[in-house]
């Protein structure tokens, strides 16, 4: 990865930053959180670097990701996960919901987390075709 490609990761990051949060009316006007996890799962999946073209596609996204909270009033999907924590004697409840959006030919897809008892916040974006 050159400088070149850290310098416009660091910019994004910069403005992602100021961000910090959106309230969403598919969940009452909560505020939606835009903190390091969201960001990092643009640039990591599990413990593996997303390709440069991958993480330059998600990061042009978060501008859409934006408005799709701002104007959803409805989630798509919802789906809980739990994982053994501490040796199997306690548990980590994850809850996911997707909120869908269109642009041009493309279906933006945006991911909301929450963990436990924190706060929602953005987890990731993607898009699709939409086929003809």
Known sequence: MGEDFKE?????KFKY??????KCPA???????FNKYGFNHIIWKKNERRSVAQQK???????YAMNIIKSSTAFNTYRIVERPINNNKSVSI???????GQIDNRKII????KTN????HFLSVMNKEVKK
Not at 117 to 120: E, F, S, T
């Open 57 to 63: 596609r998600r990061f042009s996204l978060i501008v």
């Open 27 to 33: 969940f009452g006007n909560e505020l939606i959180l």
């Open 17 to 22: 930053d100021q961000i910090k949060s959106i």
């Open 117 to 120: 008892n924190g706060p929602k």
């Open 8 to 12: 416009y990761v660091r910019g994004i």
């Open 110 to 113: 945006v991911i909301i987390r």
């Open 94 to 100: 994850a809850h996911f919901w997707s909120l869908v």
